[in-house]
């Protein structure tokens, strides 16, 4: 049996740092986030912080050869049950890869 295999190689370094209002039952205690793409900030929010709130479910579509973001998507599923249909349905129509 022959298998075939695709490979693609990118040189994309992501990184993530998430954030969250969790602990903060004590008061404001501001929690900053980002994602980064070779270095460039494409996406931050925060709680309690000079930087906007983004509540929800975040999904940020990366194309991992160019290393660039192409989109970003916000779904407020504690907020809005039809946010949580939302977020199932853009899930779904996403292609795999």
């Not at 900030?41 to 579509?61: A, D, H, M, Q, Y």
Request: proline share 4%; hydrophobic share 35%.
């Amino acid at each position: 049996m022959l298998h075939t295999v695709n490979v693609v190689a990118a040189s994309c370094a992501v990184e993530v740092k998430p954030y969250s209002a969790y602990g903060s039952d004590d008061g404001c205690v501001p929690h900053n986030g980002y994602v980064e793409l070779n270095g460039a900030t494409v996406w931050e929010g925060g709680w309690c912080s000079s930087l906007p709130g983004k509540r929800g479910t975040n999904i940020l579509l990366v194309d991992p050869v160019a290393c660039t973001m192409q989109e970003t998507r916000l779904f407020d599923t504690h907020l809005s049950e039809v946010q949580s249909t939302q977020l199932n349905d853009y899930l779904d129509s996403l292609t795999q890869g």
